[in-house]
């Protein structure tokens, strides 16, 4: 790959002409596609932004003019012209190249949490402080996808920006929605080729008020002229309503078209204000399996072989494929069951319920907030609404969940795929915070299963409470082997093992089992034994609140250990511990849960290893507190 060899920084780029160009995306895609399949990753939108991200580096000064890419797994490209190329048979590895931007890698890189719709919020507050600190030449470009616009947060941003007419600002819309696909046509590409022109502006502008001091005659001329303009507008761009922000607009751009990308930019890069520039993409761009691959476009890929697109090995079922075929059996019993995604009906596995009900389904874009509280509308009008998100996406969606569902008792179903850790997808994807988060509603109920069996039984008791919000949590990943349960207290509390000791006055230990935790906890158990102890492994099944059994439980033993895979503050530990203290329950008690950091992307194993959160892990701390507690 002989240009992309000789890309080291972005300056690189500038003295490249139209040839080079062609060939530098040509050869970025290649590399793509070869080190994506090797490692797993986001290669569709990758391969989308290609153009679009070379023409970001040949026009704006980066860092000085800070580039920041809303969600960022479409940075792949970014990486590679900022001097990370060699690093890329690492991505997403332990202790190599992160799938989103990540400060500690470049300078290049501004942000790094994954979220939506926070680019042009962040690209305000860097505008301002460019602003106060006197530097009025350089520009704050914020990529934001068409995606990413729909949710609100963008919005409230672009009121911001729109109203500072004095600041560079640059948000480049990165527009891949197949549906608008009709504005890549000669039309739309002559019109904005005009608006991109340097005398358009000022022509307009004087156009305007030479046809005003002609009377009613110019007047209405000029109301015809505009009302031609924006008929124009609304048919070739489908985003018209940025004018109306007070914003200047260029586009649609042809994001495949290297000069028309640099075009746009320049302008962008020399107007004295906050602009939009309207990118039309092509996500998966350059390669057939992606290109083919109509539902996903190759968003998000594992190992594959990058001949054929096809996955290196077969999944297996796992957690959402479960509660995708237990809703759909649950909605053709109760007709009352609605869902709710946002923006993610295959991955959080409801595009099974909309194929079967689709009336009953609704995809509010990426919006979690406004999918909790519509939840709450339907609620308020006899429905069960179940919204499925991500287990991370509840954050965003919380003060809904407080104020919008809990405190009306609304019927309201939260189902959080990707709960826990989740490793290679970095710090911002792990769900570790959702049960802190969840149990500080009054009145919620949380459940956790540890299997599939106990993901069906879990779920039908979810929808059918009535009186209040309830939660589903789930891992990601492939389903563990069942466990039976070899006893059933009254408030269903599963008893899953008693390992006795051979000693007749042994310590007994009590471990309290979290969800998918079950079969850790029992690996261990089994191990502790060893050391002369009696122990009893439970899964509470439903962890909020605390059911009264575990209380009886903690007093009938020597030491509670709790096992979690959320934060160790306001976790189920936590929650029992206050709720022994409640009722004067003394035991030891004793927490493994997930420390109170930020975890560096690795794979799940592994980062449940670093923080001593796998069998040998809890196994040695366990034995450290038992030697503490009980030895001689």
């Known amino acids: 790959m002989g240009i992309l060899n000789s890309i080291s920084t972005p300056a690189d780029l500038k003295a490249l002409n139209d040839e080079d160009l062609d060939a530098l995306a040509k050869e970025i895609r290649t590399f793509l596609v070869d080190k994506v399949a090797a490692t797993g990753g986001h290669l569709g939108p990758n391969l989308g932004v290609v153009e679009l991200t070379i023409g970001l580096h040949r026009v704006f000064d980066s860092p000085q003019d800070p580039i920041i890419f809303d969600t960022s797994h479409q940075s792949y490209v970014h990486k590679i012209l900022t001097g990370r190329a060699k690093d890329f048979d690492s991505l997403r590895q332990k202790d190599g190249l992160s799938g989103y931007t990540c400060r500690a890698e470049s300078e290049h890189d501004w942000t790094e949490s994954s979220h939506a719709s926070a680019a042009l919020s962040y690209a305000d507050g860097l505008s301002k402080a460019k602003q106060l600190d006197g530097d009025t030449t350089h520009s704050v470009v914020a990529v934001v996808g068409d995606g990413a616009l729909t949710g609100g947060m963008c919005w409230e941003a672009l009121n911001n920006i729109a109203a500072a007419k004095d600041r560079k600002v640059v948000d480049v819309v990165n527009d891949n929605g197949r549906s608008y696909s009709p504005t890549i046509g000669g039309f739309a590409e002559n019109l904005a080729g005009l608006r991109m022109q340097p005398f358009y502006d000022r022509f307009m502008e004087k156009g305007k008020t030479s046809l005003k001091s002609m009377g009613w005659v110019g007047e209405r001329t000029f109301e015809a002229l505009h009302a031609f303009k924006e008929g124009v507008k609304s048919t070739v761009i489908p985003t018209e309503m940025f004018p109306e922000l007070g914003m200047k607009y260029v586009g649609p751009v042809d994001g495949h078209n290297q000069k028309a990308v640099d075009n746009a930019l320049k302008y962008a890069h020399d107007y004295d204000g906050p602009i939009i520039v309207h990118m039309v993409t092509e996500k998966g761009r350059g390669y057939a399996p992606a290109e083919q691959d109509l539902d996903e476009l190759m968003h998000s890929t594992g190992v594959i072989d990058p001949l054929t697109g096809a996955p290196k090995s077969a999944s297996k079922p796992g957690w959402t494929s479960v509660f995708s075929d237990e809703l759909v059996k649950i909605g053709a019993q109760n007709e009352n069951v609605v869902a709710i995604t946002a923006a993610m009906a295959g991955p959080t596995g409801l595009s099974k319920f909309e194929a079967n009900f689709p009336n009953r389904f609704f995809d509010v874009g990426i919006a979690e907030q406004h999918a909790v509280t519509s939840a709450a509308g ?251 507690l009980f030895g001689e």
């Open 378 to 628: 339907l609620a308020l009008g006899g429905k069960h609404p179940v919204v499925a998100i991500y287990s991370t996406f509840l954050n965003r969606a919380f003060d809904q969940l407080l104020m919008d569902v809990g405190m009306l008792n609304q019927p309201v179903t939260l189902v959080l795929d990707r709960s826990g850790v989740t490793g290679s997808d970095g710090a911002s994807h792990n769900g570790v915070w959702d049960m802190a988060l969840t149990s500080i509603v009054p009145g919620v109920q949380v459940a956790a299963p540890r299997d599939e069996d106990s993901l069906r039984e879990l779920l039908n008791e979810a929808i059918s409470i009535d009186d209040g919000p309830t939660v589903v949590r789930f891992p990601k990943g492939e389903l563990p082997t069942p466990i039976v349960a070899i006893d059933t207290l009254e408030d269903g509390v599963d008893v899953l093992a008693y390992e006795d000791a051979t000693e007749d006055d042994a310590p007994s230990v009590l471990i309290v089992a979290v969800g998918e935790r079950a079969t850790v906890a029992l690996e261990v158990a089994s191990r502790i034994k060893q050391h002369g102890v009696n122990v009893t492994v439970v899964d509470p099944r439903w962890i909020v609140p605390i059911p009264q059994s575990l209380v009886a439980l903690s007093d009938d033993h020597d030491l509670v250990i709790t096992i979690e895979d959320g934060v160790i503050h306001g976790g189920v530990g936590s929650l029992l511990s206050d709720a022994l203290n409640a009722s004067e329950v003394d035991t030891p008690r004793r927490q493994i849960a997930v420390p109170p950091k930020y975890l560096d992307h690795a794979s799940r194993n592994e980062v449940l290893a670093d923080y001593g959160l796998d069998a040998d892990g809890i196994e040695t701390t366990v034995v450290g507190w038992l030697d503490s």
